[in-house]
């Protein structure tokens, strides 16, 4: 849309809207203050630098009563990016491509399934602490 007359921007988002495009390739400044309904998918070519901007693009689909994937495409310099935002409580699938196959990286992922575990078992004692001692008071 870099380049577009507003009018002819006010088109080209009329017919995103209509559905007449099976893929809309955004920028993040362009894909601000997009809401088009139905998105189901949104692909990150990379993780981004600020967090809240992949909070943004993730948040493009899934709207409502719709359900929505997001895949992120990461290399190994970015995995700190990627902790980063599992803190911010996205849970990832990680896969690896391999001879042109996604294989899961089932260590990556069972790591993550025992942290929600701790994260559920630490809110748990937490909410019985709390409570005993809102029951001494």
């Not at 006010?10 to 495009?21: T, V």
């Not at 790591?111 to 019985?128: C, F, G, I, P, Y």
Request: charged fraction near 30%; glycine fraction near 6%; proline fraction near 2%.
């Amino acid at each position: 849309m870099v380049g577009l007359t507003p009018r002819e921007r006010k088109q080209q988002m009329k017919r995103i809207r209509n559905l007449e495009f099976q893929y809309v390739i955004a920028s993040d400044l362009a894909s601000r203050g997009i809401d088009i309904e139905g998105v189901s998918h949104v692909i990150n070519f990379d993780v981004p630098n600020d967090i809240d901007f992949f909070t943004h693009r993730v948040g493009r689909t899934g709207r409502g009563n719709y359900k929505g994937v997001a895949i992120t495409l990461y290399s190994p310099d970015e995995e700190h990016n990627i902790s980063l935002i599992e803190d911010r409580g996205f849970v990832f699938n990680t896969v690896d491509i391999k001879d042109g196959e996604l294989k899961e990286v089932k260590a990556h992922n069972q790591r993550q399934a025992r942290m929600r575990k701790d994260d559920h078992l630490t809110n748990q004692v937490k909410n019985k602490v709390r409570s005993k001692i809102k029951n001494q008071s």
